[in-house]
């Protein structure tokens, strides 16, 4: 059983670029999540997405968007980055919008 | 509002004691509750959780946890810790919020094992 990836590892961006970040869920999961953790920090909710459709959404603006795939498989997309996007980003899938759910490594995203 | 207090930034162990780390959570209703492990620069690992039932719930890697109610706590406990538990813990409730699903986390407590 193949779990959570993320793709890619690391990133640097200028501000004002754009980035997408990718997370593949684990095998029979239908429910992906994605998270901020700046540093020193707990993770914030960004939003989630159930069976394609974005199911709830944190406190974050519309440039942070989204998308969910058929294979349940998920990009973050974030427009005119700013410094203080500068985080690790964690995708997390569960088996339905309530379950558990498992992370992946995370995506270290710079902004300079 | 819903919120999840983790009182120690810091907890500092001997390699062979106890440890407790606490969390306190405000929300209306009965939670679900979490505990997760996160080592530097890694993503983030289930230790246990709680859904309902037995309010003492086992772990992977010999950790529990206790649910008390009347406290609004779900402490994570260790009976005797190793090198290789050093790592921050993060304790999470599962709540709706505007009806929609999302795990509200704590800032962090950062575990160090004394030699």
């Known amino acids: 059983e193949t779990g959570v990836t993320q793709s890619p590892t690391h990133l640097i961006k200028t501000r004002g670029q754009q980035v997408t970040l990718r997370c593949s869920s684990q095998s029979g999961h239908n429910t992906v999540s994605w998270y901020q953790q700046a540093l020193g920090q707990g993770p914030q909710f960004i939003f989630q997405y159930y069976r394609e459709e974005e199911n709830g959404r944190g406190n974050f603006p519309p440039r942070f968007s989204g998308l969910q795939f058929p294979n349940y498989s998920s990009e973050l997309n974030v427009n005119a980055l700013e410094l203080d996007d500068s985080a690790l980003y964690l995708c997390a899938s569960s088996i339905d919008k309530t379950y558990e759910q498992y992370f992946g490594p995370g995506t270290r995203l710079t902004v300079t | 509002a819903q919120s999840v207090t983790q009182p120690d930034i810091h907890i500092t162990v001997s390699e062979g004691a106890s440890l407790e780390l606490r969390c306190n959570y405000s929300y209306g209703a009965t939670p679900y509750l979490f505990w997760y492990v996160q080592s530097p620069g890694q993503g983030l690992q289930l230790l246990l959780k709680?859904?309902?039932?037995d309010t003492l719930v086992q772990g992977i890697k010999g950790f529990e946890a206790e649910f008390k109610r009347s406290q609004s706590s779900f402490n994570l406990r260790k009976p005797s810790v190793h090198w290789s538990d050093a790592a921050e813990y993060f304790c999470?409730?599962?709540?709706?919020?505007?009806?929609?699903?999302?795990?509200?986390w704590g800032a962090g407590t950062k575990l160090i094992i004394k030699p």
């Open positions: 709680y859904f309902s039932g």
């Open positions: 999470a409730v599962g709540a709706y919020m505007d009806s929609n699903y999302q795990l509200i």
